[in-house]
């Protein structure tokens, strides 16, 4: 997205005076929720900082935040939680074409069209960019075969940001291509995957000549990469809880029919505040099983409680560096950070429960969370790029230290040796 000119931008208070004058005219908390919404998104007060023809208002991120804060003000509903928006919209803004942006902002802040991440493939998560899920051209189509895994929300997705192979002569990273694949088709078979935690919240995709045009290509064709990389980044910054804002609890319809909606798609996630570890529940548990006189295990709590701290903090930089729209390392530091805390929960967990932590179910620990905290921490860790691909990222990016060697990068992706032949 290019900058707005400075010298034509409204000032705090005009936006501000702007936003509650329309809110005071068309916010009616009775309003059925997607009526509403198309006329928030259409508005342009919906996505403030998008741009004038597709959907916003051309803001930069300090006055876009002011409008936010008179939506919330007015106690309005704002736009869709979710992937979509967190993910898929900051990309596509980023390196879509207008009209394909055009095409597809809409859906996703009115919430009409969810979104899934199609990256992983069985032998391809870390070494993203040896994927094999290949396209070939087809007239205005391109026709996709090939499997993706731990595909979260697959099920329930209109739309993947697929990465595909779509010229094996090159080195592997230039020959990719980024594409919003359409998910309800013939040729697209989605199949939950049971988790130790009990939970389905991901799924592996069966790709079988399945159809994309080629005008959902986003970033050029072989341009894949770079996109991938915007989204990723993004992604990181999820780790630090910008999920999207969920709608007001209470009010009238439109809220009620918001926050059911929001429900009904964060089932997903229900489980990730375990994943993370729970580290707010171990001292008032072990304050209830009578652990505080344990001087070993208060000092384990005291040192969980720092650490969550400094992430914390942590975790505000990534917020102010995304909305001044430049995510950065901040994100890979959280991220690992959300690691660390949550593994060194679980262990205190353990500590604090004993041999009741083995047991699950509603009568367990805390109505079964804390059981559920120790069989779904090692997620944390493997979600959004493992620890192990963060170091290199903070190795490499932010200290600035060399490259890790590679075998394979420099050669026609044709000549790369794998257990997978299918994009050649
Ligand atoms: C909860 C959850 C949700 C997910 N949701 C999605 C989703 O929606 N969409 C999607 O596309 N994917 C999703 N994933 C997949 C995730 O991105 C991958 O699992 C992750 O990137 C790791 O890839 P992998 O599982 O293939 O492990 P591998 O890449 O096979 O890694 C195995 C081990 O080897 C280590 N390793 C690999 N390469 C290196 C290296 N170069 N240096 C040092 N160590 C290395 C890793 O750190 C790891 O410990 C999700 C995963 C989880 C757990």
Same mark, same amino acid.
């Not at 290949?134 to 997705?157: C, L, M, N, P, S």
């Not at 295990?297 to 914390?312: D, G, K, V």
């Not at 490499?396 to 044709?414: H, N, Q, T």
């Given at each position: ?68 804060? +008179?939506? !919330?003000?007015?106690? #309005? ?6 992937? =979509?928006?967190?993910?898929? &919209?900051? /990309?596509? $803004? ?114 079988? +000549?399945? !159809?994309?045009?080629? #005008? ?6 072989? =341009?894949?990469?770079?996109? &991938?990389? /915007?989204? $990723? ?192």
């Amino acid at each position: 997205m290019s900058e707005p000119d400075a010298s034509s931008l409204p000032s705090d208070e005009e936006v501000r005076a702007d936003a509650r004058a329309w809110f005071d005219a068309n916010w009616d908390p009775e309003r059925p929720l997607t009526e509403w919404r198309d006329l928030l998104v259409d508005s342009g007060w919906a996505c403030p900082g998008w741009p004038a023809d597709r959907y916003g208002r051309g803001l930069p991120p300090d006055l876009a935040r002011a409008a936010t804060e +008179e939506l !919330r003000s007015a106690g #309005a509903v704002g736009a869709a939680v979710g992937v =979509g928006m967190a993910l898929a &919209a900051p /990309t596509l $803004l980023e390196h879509a074409s207008p009209a394909l942006q055009r095409v597809l902002l809409r859906g996703i802040a009115t919430g009409r069209d969810t979104w899934c991440q199609l990256f992983s493939e069985p032998s391809n998560g870390s070494d993203l960019a040896g994927l094999t899920t290949h396209a070939r051209r087809d007239g205005d189509e391109w026709i996709v075969t090939g499997q993706k895994v731990w595909t979260t929300g697959a099920h329930h997705a209109a739309y993947g940001m697929l990465l595909v192979r779509t010229d094996p002569d090159v080195p592997k990273h230039q020959g990719i291509s980024y594409f919003a694949f359409p998910m309800r088709q013939d040729g697209v078979v989605v199949r939950p995957l049971r988790q130790m935690n009990g939970r389905a919240s991901f799924n592996e995709v069966f790709l079988d +000549e399945a !159809r994309v045009p080629h #005008a959902n290509l986003v970033g050029g064709l072989h =341009g894949g990469w770079a996109v &991938a990389r /915007t989204t $990723l980044a993004h992604e990181r910054g999820l780790a630090a809880g910008l999920f999207g804002s969920l709608p007001p609890a209470s009010g009238g319809r439109t809220c009620q029919e918001a926050a059911a909606e929001a429900a009904e798609y964060l089932k997903t996630y229900e489980w990730y505040p375990q994943r993370a570890g729970r580290p707010d529940l171990v001292a008032p548990v072990a304050r209830r099983l009578g652990r505080f006189g344990d001087a070993v295990l208060c000092q384990e709590i005291a040192a969980l409680h720092t650490q969550q701290r400094a992430a914390q903090i942590t975790a505000q930089r990534a917020v102010e560096a995304r909305r001044a729209g430049r995510p950065g390392p901040e994100g890979s530091l959280g991220k690992l950070h959300g690691s660390n805390i949550a593994r060194a929960a679980a262990a205190a967990h353990s500590h604090v429960a004993g041999a009741h932590g083995m047991l699950s179910g509603p009568e367990s620990l805390e109505g079964g969370i804390v059981a559920e905290v120790l069989v779904s921490v090692p997620g944390q860790s493997i979600a959004g790029g493992t620890d192990e691909i963060q170091h290199d990222i903070i190795g490499e990016r932010v200290l600035g230290l060399p490259k890790e060697p590679s075998v394979d990068a420099d050669i026609p992706f044709r000549q790369v040796r794998t257990n997978r032949r299918d994009a050649r």
